[in-house]
């Protein structure tokens, strides 16, 4: 079985810009988690989405957005890009996102402000 | 602040010798989990321990968990150069209406052969 897939692995952007990244989950998944990871942040929870709706969101700005299609690939933007935005962006799946269910990540996208 | 807290921020340790991380956190939980990440990758489901059980093994790790403590420990045995990597531990929280995973700061470890 095919693990979690992001797309793309590396990207470069500059300030202002707006960027779209992609992940696939496990087949059979249908919840899927994004996290931004940054050395002075630590791993922050995002938003998730199942069944194509948003149904957790973190403390983030509205400039971050995503969505979940029907076959549950998602895709998150980031609009207006700040420096501070560079960071590994992380997605996760789960079958349903339920507690206690393991999470399976993908290897993230390398997103660098310039 | 992070629900999760792990002690040490770093390790390094001899191969073979054992490793001990400790984790905090600060609301009741359900459950607890590990997640390991090694560098420039995601991060990899280790084990999951429960808030009825006390210590549970996968292998040669061994997780603890003291609710009355609010800490967990993530015990590697006879370490390998393969272990290097940052381990996380993760609650499930609810904050601000949101449930989600929280997860710690981690504690990076470098197991020198």
């Known amino acids: 079985k095919a693990g979690v897939t992001q797309t793309p692995r590396y990207l470069i952007k500059t300030r202002g810009q707006q960027v779209t990244l992609s992940c696939s989950p496990i087949?059979?998944?249908?919840?899927v988690s994004w996290y931004q990871q940054t050395p002075g942040q630590g791993l922050q929870f995002l938003f998730e989405?199942?069944?194509?709706?948003?149904?957790n969101k973190g403390n983030f700005p509205g400039r971050f957005s995503g969505r979940q299609f029907s076959n549950s690939r998602s895709e998150m933007n980031v609009s207006t890009l700040e420096l501070g935005d560079s960071a590994l962006y992380l997605c996760?799946?789960?079958?349903?996102?339920?507690?206690?269910?393991?999470?399976?990540f993908g290897d993230g996208t390398r997103l660098s402000i310039l | 602040s992070q629900q999760g807290e792990e002690d040490p921020q770093a390790l390094s340790i001899q191969e073979g010798e054992n490793a001990t991380m400790n984790c905090s956190y600060k609301?009741?939980?359900?459950?607890l989990q590990w997640y390991r990440q090694n560098s420039g990758r995601g991060l990899v489901h280790l084990i999951l321990?429960?808030?009825?059980?006390r210590e549970k093994h996968s292998g040669r790790l061994r997780v603890t968990l003291d609710t009355s403590k609010k800490s967990s420990s993530l015990l590697i045995t006879a370490s390998r150069a393969a272990d290097t990597a940052s381990y996380f531990c993760?609650?499930?929280?609810?904050?601000?209406?949101?449930?989600?995973?929280?997860f710690g700061q981690g504690t990076r470890l470098t197991i020198n052969p």
């Open positions: 996760a799946s789960s079958l349903t996102g339920l507690e206690g269910q393991p999470q399976h």
């Open positions: 087949s059979g998944h249908r919840s």
């Open positions: 989405y199942f069944s194509e709706t948003q149904r």
């Open positions: 609301t009741s939980i359900n459950n």
């Open positions: 321990i429960r808030s009825n059980e």
């Open positions: 993760a609650t499930k929280s609810i904050i601000q209406g949101a449930q989600k995973l929280v």
